[in-house]
């Protein structure tokens, strides 16, 4: 997820380096062997794939990343720092169209231009969704290994619970029987306390029927307000490319990282069989920068598209996949008739509001103090608890439309608290913030092509709070946060709301205030969904394998035919484990 004008402080490079790589920075050093596989982005769930295929020592596996190393990195390491690498050469600088449910605004979307992709500039929060989530992918792919209960082994694989950066006692804070320590991705939870985080949880037992106290909301049961889960380390961001591209991997010989380099096409691969599905294991790519000379490069046994949400479509549409009659007006010649692809773009709608308080907070030495031992509040995030929550099933919106959830364990709304100012704030002074983001949002969008250009950006079009329930479940979400902050734990604490929100005093000035305020989170999935194996829709079959293709998988947030009802790094990280076993499987591997 992101945030708005967090700490601007903006160090971009340091002596201090997070994971030590043999990285490749042009393709004329790559080795001449031959790559059993070929992975299209070194960002979350590519890296998994890249680490779990060269576990064989037989495959060779070359990951081809568009962005720079992340070695070095400051304001990716930095805990606290987690934005700052939005709008500069590590993020993607993506923009949507103008927005006609946000009053025309154009709304940035930042995508991680880095290795480690999203997981090397988002905000670390680890958050897996409900078990109806996954249960719900089960259901519209027919496949019961998507299931909550079949992912487990997924979840535990990923993750390697860590102490946090204090080594506080954590008793109370979370529940070690839903966590797996053995894993490779380091889950923490913060390593710095705030000051209101006892006011949080007095307000839990205050007002419980609203806010009911969560020991951990990554159980798959995620209702109620507990503490919010990170991917840090010892005070440090462990992103995809710092875990499983870290040092214990990163020297395999079997294992090459290629990166400032853009893939342009995929291109049908000659057969010397007559084949009933195009054969599509060949990749044509470039210098990022240079953009020339285009080199083509042909896996023995497959392509894993791994480019993202906005990527993965945009390199599809460009190969000749996706609409036909869209292609051809373009002067793109289709290969294969997919008009899915690009379709079904769902991503959340966030808002954050700030309210005045009476304490300030010194941040002088904050930067010193994390470099010289890994303490203070830099090797943390803002805030630590996070709500979960569903509207009342006798609210007015299901009068008029469905509930767009995957089932009752899943919260339509979260609230995040933080302690300090984020977003606008309106001047001077000491602020909480709430933040709140539909996290089951009913609004669909789509990502297509303005030109036949790979390098032309891609037409991002989310269509935020076109859903009648989306504008009706933030506008509650506000009221929601204003009844937490009314608790008795925030007397003499809270002032009142700070900025035009105070103003927002009905619903209609609310939408108002929505409208003209809100913005994207960054989680967005969909546009090369799964679906059941024969469906007539869809862009992947239920193994991630695209249809009506040979040689060809997609794994990364894009295959999810539905949003997670959190952030969704994680069950980016879960999807890629379970692609990885079935790749193995296929192939017979190690």
Known sequence: MRLWNYFPICILVSTLQTSFAVLYDHYEDLPSIQFDFIVIGGGTAGNVIANRLTEDSDINVLVIESGPSNLHVLNSIVPYFAFSLEHTMY????????????????????????????????GMFYTRGSSSDFDRFARVTGDEGWSWDN???????????????????????????????????????????????????????????????????????????????????????????????????????NLHVLLHTRVTRLIETPSSTKLAKPLIRTVEFTDENTREPRVNLTASKEVIL?????????????????????????????????????????????LASSCVNTNATLR????????????????????????????????????????????????????????GGFGPTPGAG???????????????????????????????????????????ALREAVKSSRRFLAAPAWKDYVIGP????????????????????????????????????????????????AKGIMGLRIVDASVMPFITAGHTQAPVYIIAERAADMIKEKWNLQ
């Open 306 to 350: 791994s480019a993202g949400t906005v990527g993965t479509p945009q390199i599809l549409l460009n190969s000749g996949i996706g609409d036909a009659a869209d292609l051809t007006a373009l002067g793109i010649n289709p290969i294969v008739n997919l008009p899915d692809v690009g379709k079904n773009l769902s991503d959340q709608a966030a």
């Open 91 to 122: 993020d993607w600088n993506f923009t949507t169209i103008p927005q006609s449910s946000l009053d025309g605004r154009i709304i940035p979307f930042p995508k991680g231009h880095i290795l480690g992709g999203c997981s090397s500039i988002n």
């Open 430 to 472: 000491h602020f909480i913030s709430v933040g709140m983001i539909v996290v089951s949002p009913a609004s669909r969008g789509t990502i297509s092509l303005h030109s036949s250009d790979p390098f032309d950006p891609p037409i991002i079009d989310p269509r935020y709070l076109t859903s009648e329930f989306d504008i009706f």
């Open 151 to 253: 992912i487990q082994k997924y979840i535990h694989r990923n993750e390697r619970w860590t102490p946090p950066a204090d080594n506080h006692n954590t008793t109370g804070q979370f529940n070690p029987d839903v966590h797996g320590f053995n894993g490779i991705n380091a889950v923490s939870l913060s390593g710095f306390p705030h000051s209101i985080d006892s006011r949080v949880i007095q307000t839990t037992s205050q007002l419980s029927e609203e806010f009911p106290f969560n020991l951990d909301t990554n159980s798959g049961n995620p209702l109620g307000v507990g503490w919010i889960q990170f991917t840090i380390d010892d005070g440090k961001r462990s992103s995809s490319a710092t875990s499983y591209l870290g040092p214990n991997f990163i020297m395999r010989p």
């Open 364 to 419: 002088a030495e904050f930067l010193e103090e994390w470099k010289k031992d890994k303490s203070g509040p830099f090797v943390a995030s803002q805030s630590t608890h996070v709500g979960w929550l569903r509207l009342p099933p006798n609210s007015s919106i299901f009068d008029v439309t469905d509930d767009p959830s995957s089932g009752e364990n899943s919260p339509h709304y979260e609230l995040f608290f933080v302690d």
């Open 498 to 545: 700070a900025g035009d929100i105070a103003n927002a005093t009905t619903d209609e000035l609310l939408d108002t205030f929505i409208r003209q305020n809100a913005g994207s989170p960054a989680h967005p999935v969909g546009t090369a969904a799964m679906s059941a194996k024969n469906a007539s829709f869809g862009v992947v079959d239920p193994d991630l394998q």
